[in-house]
């Protein structure tokens, strides 16, 4: 049983196309983080977010808890967004992450 | 500020030996997690410390342990390893405060890669 579902697995964009990556999960949460893994494996936290939407420049993520989904939306998609984008949650019992599979985008220029 | 430091970065050892990985934390981060990412199960929660004490563990064997320094550093140990043990080891710091782990933002740090024969 995975409590976090991300899709799709796997995502191919024309640059400048508008990317939209999807993270349902089963549990209570406390937070939910979007972190993105480039190639190598160094791993970078977008965004941790409890109820709304955030934005950091092309970046948006929203989040609804009611329904246990968030998006991540990349706009004017670039070559350098090509990563595993990993979808993690705190749930609010307890202090550990449960981490959703990661979809694998690959921008071409 | 300096980011977290993961050392070493590449070890190779055998089935049956033990190993020691070490992290140290951005500067004033109170609290380190540790994780483990392999390709068939993902990244996966193994322990948190927080000023010296395990606030929180996964569901790992009790092969797989850590601890903390009073200035934070952590090390985590994993005896008689197995071949399925080879994987990527990344720690995470965050400043922590009562929240706890999955209240506050994670900084990773660049990982280290175990292989096991």
């Known amino acids: 049983k995975n409590e976090v579902e991300q899709s799709p697995q796997n995502l191919t964009a024309q640059e400048g196309e508008f990317i939209t990556i999807n993270c349902s999960y089963s549990?209570?949460?406390?937070?939910l983080h979007w972190l993105q893994q480039h190639p190598g494996g160094g791993i970078v936290s977008l965004f941790m977010?409890?109820?709304g939407k955030k934005k950091h420049g092309r970046l948006i993520a929203t989040i609804n808890i009611q329904e246990k989904h968030s998006s991540l939306h990349i706009t004017a998609s670039h070559p350098r967004d090509s990563a595993v984008y990993i979808c993690?949650?705190?749930?609010?019992?307890?202090?550990?992450?449960?981490f959703g599979t990661g979809t694998s985008l690959t921008v071409i220029p | 500020k300096a980011g977290v430091t993961q050392t070493p970065r590449y070890l190779i050892k055998t089935r049956g030996q033990q190993v020691t990985l070490s992290c140290s934390p951005i500067?004033?981060?109170?609290?380190v997690s540790w994780y483990q990412q392999t390709p068939g199960q993902g990244l996966q929660f193994l322990f948190e410390?927080?000023?010296?004490?395990?606030?929180n563990k996964g569901n790992f064997p009790g092969r797989f342990s850590g601890r903390q320094f009073s200035n934070s550093r952590s090390e985590m140990n994993v005896s008689t390893l197995e071949l399925g043990d080879s994987a990527l080891y990344l720690c995470?710091?965050?400043?922590?405060?009562?929240?706890?782990?999955?209240?506050?933002?994670?900084?990773f740090g660049p990982g280290t890669r175990l292989t096991v024969l």
């Open positions: 995470a710091s965050s400043p922590g405060g009562a929240g706890g782990t999955s209240y506050n933002e994670q900084f």
């Open positions: 549990v209570g949460i406390s937070a």
């Open positions: 977010l409890s109820s």
């Open positions: 993690a949650v705190g749930p609010n019992t307890g202090n550990q992450f449960y």
């Open positions: 500067s004033g981060h109170r609290s």
């Open positions: 410390y927080f000023s010296e004490t395990q606030r």
